[in-house]
């Protein structure tokens, strides 16, 4: 196996998790590692975590060697934007086959990556490990050092085979590469005192593209994106800014922590999801940015966008008010969403009969208790069938959850609402709030809802017949 045992060890018990926070100091020596279940990580594993983590850098070109399905399988799956290049977009794979499980792999990457180097001639090439490969022991390190010297260009390893663990440790996997070879080789043009980073931001369908024009109305750069919209250089200057969010813990924990450790860039974790929260962010950032020597009117200036902005929101949900109130809603997502979205959701008179908490910290947990009063409302992992009688019991109008959990609502015959990675629009900052709050009431008054609840004409006769038959008995009895 080419991931060193030890540095899958340290990511399990990664000191910075919250979730490792809240354990016993025997339970965080264990570690979070869960036994796989054969043919549970399908698109779930750590190679394709490691990409979800990557291939939104979008000048650099990912080559996956291995089998094309390794490749296919995690395609364009989750809707991450470019502002520019489109490298990202194309798909590298040295498709190998049997004979390179026979005689080894290596030759047939050196030549994939002298062909991308010399046509495509990206700024970088990401080379991702794959299961077969690193059973039959493909060095891909050495292939990667080798290729750079010869091609004069950085040629990244990243070691995160599908077998090594599931995707969330392929995420941190990624994380780790960017940390080994990326970050810090280059320095910037020039540094302000208001450089930030933004890390666990995907810029899933242009959701980086709402908040930056907040940054920088108030001159707050974001130095790089980890890794939505990003390109490779930003990432090799980021050890530059002066602090950093982090805005999916669960997934690039360990880049906030050690560049903290290393480069002394502190970091909050935040949310762009819902009013308050995207309010939260500015403020607090403003507050450490000022902390590391930015002007010191930086507070005031945040409170003066936060006061305008907050405003137009409310302002754009009003009419949304009169059509929604009292409408029940079932959120199953996971991490900060399971909360950052659900008091704009109650403002605009919307109840929250239940939200899951997947991939949530105990900090997730206690500001759900905070906002709704009490942990009534929370639950873990669902079973479909629990989630069906959920939603029955409840009479939620409306679920909002991933597309995995589609088919619950449908056969419920219940609206439902895409809220993660494969959505079609941005929820982030004061804009995304609108736009989830219409497509909510878009869901619930789509006219498809009267006719797929009303019985089809030959169930209309079916209920028909039974009735007569009922009549029928009932006079027989009675004489």
């Known amino acids: 196996m080419s991931v060193p045992k030890q540095r899958i060890d340290s990511l399990l018990i990664e000191p910075g998790c919250a979730t490792n926070q809240a354990k016993s100091d025997k339970a965080r020596k264990a ?40 490749e296919g399988n995690s395609w364009d799956s989750r809707h991450v934007y470019s502002s520019g290049a489109q490298t990202y977009r194309t798909g590298f794979t040295t498709d190998m086959g049997e004979f390179d499980v026979v005689y080894g792999g290596e030759k047939r990457l050196y030549r994939a990556i002298k062909e991308i180097a010399e046509t495509v001639r990206p700024p970088a090439i990401f080379v991702y490990q794959t299961c077969l490969p690193a059973m039959i022991g493909d060095d891909i390190d050495a292939v990667c050092q080798a290729a750079s010297a010869r091609f004069g260009l950085p040629v990244i390893p990243v070691n995160a085979p599908g077998f090594a663990g599931s995707k969330n440790l392929g995420n941190k996997l990624g994380g780790e590469a960017l940390l080994d070879h990326v970050v810090g080789t280059l320095e910037p043009e020039f540094t302000t005192d208001c450089d930030i980073n933004l890390i666990g931001e995907y810029n899933v369908v242009g959701e980086f593209w709402q908040v930056q024009p907040l940054f920088e109305a108030l001159g707050i750069r974001v130095l790089a994106s980890f ?20 805005l999916c813990s669960q997934a690039l924990i360990n880049i906030a922590r050690k560049m903290d450790e290393r480069y002394g860039i502190p970091f ?112 873990d992992e669902l079973p479909p069938r629990e989630m069906y009688r959920m939603l029955k019991e409840s009479k939620a109008d409306v679920m909002l959850s991933g597309g995995r959990s589609q088919f619950v609502a449908l056969k419920a015959k219940t609206p439902w609402v895409e809220i993660n990675q494969e959505r079609h629009h941005a929820y982030a900052g004061y804009d995304g709030i609108v736009n989830l709050v219409a497509e909510i009431d878009k869901a619930l008054h789509n006219p498809i809802w009267a006719q797929v609840k009303t019985l089809a004409p030959w169930d209309l006769q079916e209920v028909a017949d039974e009735g007569e038959s009922a009549f029928a008995d009932q006079e027989l009895r009675h004489g």
Not at 32 to 46: I, N, Q, S
Not at 349 to 366: C, F, N, P, Q
């Open 31 to 70: 570690g979070c590692k869960k036994p796989l279940t054969p043919g549970a990580a399908a698109g779930g594993c750590a190679f394709d975590g490691a990409k979800i983590a990557l291939q939104p850098i979008v000048d650099v070109a990912h080559l996956v060697h291995g089998p094309i399905a390794c």
């Open 227 to 246: 890794c939505g919209d990003a390109r490779y250089r930003d990432i090799a200057v980021s050890h530059r800014a002066k602090a950093a969010i982090m």
């Open 268 to 379: 909050f974790e935040g949310s762009f999801y819902g009013i308050a929260d995207m309010s939260d962010c500015l403020r607090r950032i403003s507050a450490l940015l000022v902390a590391q020597g930015a002007p010191a009117d930086l507070p005031a200036r945040a409170e003066a966008l936060i006061a305008r902005e907050e405003a137009r929101a409310w302002a754009r949900l009003e009419p949304y008010k009169a059509r929604l109130q009292g409408k029940r809603v079932l959120l199953f997502t996971g991490g900060v969403k399971s909360w950052s979205v659900v008091s704009a959701l109650q403002e605009v008179g919307l109840e929250i009969v239940g939200t899951s908490m997947r991939k949530s910290t105990a900090h997730d947990r206690e500001k759900v208790v905070e906002i709704m009063g009490t942990d009534a409302h929370m639950f």
